[in-house]
T-cell receptor, first 115, second 110 residues
Framework: EAGVAQSPRYKIIEKRQSVAFWCNPISGHATLYWYQQILGQGPKLLIQFQNNGVVDDSQLPKDRFSAERLKGVDSTLKIQPAKLEDSAVYLC?????????????FGPGTRLTVT | QKEVEQNSGPLSVPEGAIASLNCTYSDRGSQSFFWYRQYSGKSPELIMFIYSNGDKEDGRFTAQLNKASQYVSLLIRDSQPSDSATYLCAVNTNAGKSTFGDGTTLTVKP
């Protein structure tokens, strides 16, 4: 079974530029998460989808971040415009169910550097 | 107060010793508890999950949960150098909201 796929793996941009990340979850997984992980910290949830609906986006900086999950499968996360403090690893994870009792499977992450 | 707090670490143990990692959480509505291991430069991978009070054992790993004290721990017996990593505690509500701690970095010295 293929794991969670993410691209790109690395991205360097200048502040005020825009960037987009892509995630393809494990086939059949209903729940998809985007996390931001700053060095030395745990993953911070940005947005959670169940199928193609948003369950939680309370920590998503909506003035600059947006995310969508079309047809309940792939997802994209966009930052526009980027700030220096957005430098982090962006992790996508998926979970097979819609309840909270199931484990998450993480993709390899995208390391973003904003200069 | 953070929603999920872990030992600040780093934690260093000799090879063969027991490593004890602790986690406390603030949301009494939390229902499921997970331990993930994250090697440097890699993404988290699941080690264990626990839903009910008590102990759950899987090989060298034992997870312990005490909902009354809002406390969950992970014991690693016979620690190996390959166990050196950051261990993340994650707490889920029934609705699937997932909150991670900042992790405890474990070093197992040969």
């Amino acid at each position: 079974e293929a794991g969670v796929a993410q691209s790109p793996r690395y991205k360097i941009i200048e502040k005020r530029q825009s960037v987009a990340f892509w995630c393809n979850p494990i086939s059949g997984h209903a729940t998809l998460y985007w996390y931001q992980q700053i060095l030395g910290q745990g993953p911070k949830l940005l947005i959670q989808f169940q199928n193609n609906g948003v369950v939680d986006d309370s920590q998503l900086p909506k003035d600059r971040f947006s995310a969508e999950r079309l047809k309940g499968v792939d997802s994209t996360l966009k930052i526009q415009p980027a700030k220096l403090e957005d430098s982090a690893v962006y992790l996508c994870a998926s979970s097979p169910g819609t309840s909270g009792g199931l484990e998450q499977y993480f993709g390899p992450g995208t390391r973003l550097t904003v200069t | 107060q953070k929603e999920v707090e872990q030992n600040s670490g780093p934690l260093s143990v000799p090879e063969g010793a027991i490593a004890s990692l602790n986690c406390t959480y603030s949301d009494r509505g939390s229902q499921s508890f997970f331990w993930y291991r994250q090697y440097s430069g890699k993404s988290p991978e699941l080690i264990m999950f626990i839903y009910s009070n008590g102990d759950k054992e899987d090989g060298r790993f034992t997870a312990q949960l005490n909902k009354a004290s809002q406390y969950v721990s992970l014991l690693i017996r016979d620690s190996q150098p390959s166990d050196s990593a950051t261990y993340l505690c994650a707490v889920n509500t029934n609705a699937g909201k997932s909150t991670f701690g900042d992790g405890t970095t474990l070093t197992v010295k040969p």
